[in-house]
């Protein structure tokens, strides 16, 4: 099992910066893929960008790309999120989740373990 736990969550101007961080824990040897997904109040949960766990190949949904950089620090078993040039529409719940399944997914059901969830708030 792999246990995670996001932090860094929080509250930011429009056009401000944030960072979110996935602490990882438990049997990391078998994951592939940490992504984050989040989840706005009466929306499905979407995916935001992923990062293989040993090649660092990164994919992000098109809303973001450009503004969030996802990172991995192995040594450290921790995923990072830094999130620039915030909109009040990137309001939502970020949750980290990690995979076993050999490759990068998009979907909620490719990941098995999931974080509790931190909250990102962006004013406008």
């Known amino acids: 099992q792999v246990q995670l736990v996001e932090s860094g969550g929080g509250l930011v101007q429009a056009g401000g910066s944030l960072s979110v961080s996935c602490a990882a824990s438990?049997?990391?040897?078998?994951?592939?893929?940490v992504g984050w997904f989040r989840q706005a109040p009466g929306k499905e949960r979407e995916f935001v960008a992923a990062?293989?766990?040993?090649?660092?190949?990164?994919y992000y949904t098109d809303s973001v790309r450009g503004r969030f950089t996802i990172s991995r620090e192995n040594a450290k078993n921790m995923v990072y999120l830094q999130m620039n040039s915030l909109k009040p529409e990137d309001t939502a719940v970020y949750f980290c989740?990690?995979?076993?399944?050999?490759?990068?997914?998009?979907?909620?059901?490719?990941?098995?373990?999931w974080g509790q969830g931190t909250q990102v708030t962006v004013s406008s």
């Open positions: 989740a990690a995979n076993n399944i050999g490759r990068v997914g998009y979907q909620r059901s490719d990941y098995l373990y």
């Open positions: 438990g049997r990391t040897s078998s994951t592939y893929a």
């Open positions: 990062i293989t766990w040993n090649a660092g190949i990164k």
